[in-house]
């Protein structure tokens, strides 16, 4: 239970957080190059074109490439997730528990005390979960990144829960 974070507060819905299995999730960040690479503009269009393109490209190749290159990705990929670092984004989780309109403020709550978030601040955070592919305990269950990484050497750890104010 002590993996277990809640969302709670101002908010029609109360959401339990089990960082422990978001590494089996495709929204996860690479937390090793994350705050290094220029945030690019979030152009859905754009993706969904990529995406198709890379698609059609790939189904254009195969015809030349053997199939175990596809076994060899998808090793690579199961390597990455056991060695890699990585986080969420807190907006999805707090977009679902349905704030209410009013609410201004996040409390983000710690062994060792809370901290006052304005709510704007708030839906840019990025909770570290795995570090070098192990799942972080001594200090966690999750360590709190600012969306623009300012805290990168001093993260907000020991974390709780979250209230909305």
């Known amino acids: 239970m002590e993996n277990i974070i809640m969302i709670s507060g101002k908010v029609k819905y109360s959401i339990t957080l089990d960082p422990t299995t978001w590494i089996f999730d495709d929204r996860r960040l690479d937390l090793t190059t994350y705050f290094i690479k220029e945030k690019e503009a979030d152009n859905s269009l754009e993706e969904y074109t990529k995406?198709?393109?890379k698609h059609w490209d790939r189904e254009i190749m195969e015809g030349a490439v053997f199939p175990p290159t596809l076994k060899t990705e998808k090793k690579f990929e199961k390597e990455k997730v056991l060695t890699g670092t990585f986080g969420m984004l807190f907006k999805p989780f707090l977009m679902n528990s349905e704030p209410e309109?009013?609410?201004s403020i996040l409390l983000i709550q710690t062994k060792d005390g809370e901290i006052e978030l304005p709510f704007k601040e708030a839906v840019d955070l990025i909770l570290k979960f795995s570090d070098n592919g192990k799942p972080i305990t001594a200090d966690g269950p999750?360590?709190?990144?600012?969306?623009?990484?300012?805290?990168?050497?001093?993260p907000i750890k020991n974390v709780t829960g979250f209230c909305v104010k």
Do not use: E, F
């Open 51 to 53: 995406a198709v393109s």
């Open 101 to 103: 309109a009013d609410a």
């Open 142 to 154: 999750v360590h709190i990144y600012y969306g623009d990484g300012s805290n990168q050497d001093d």
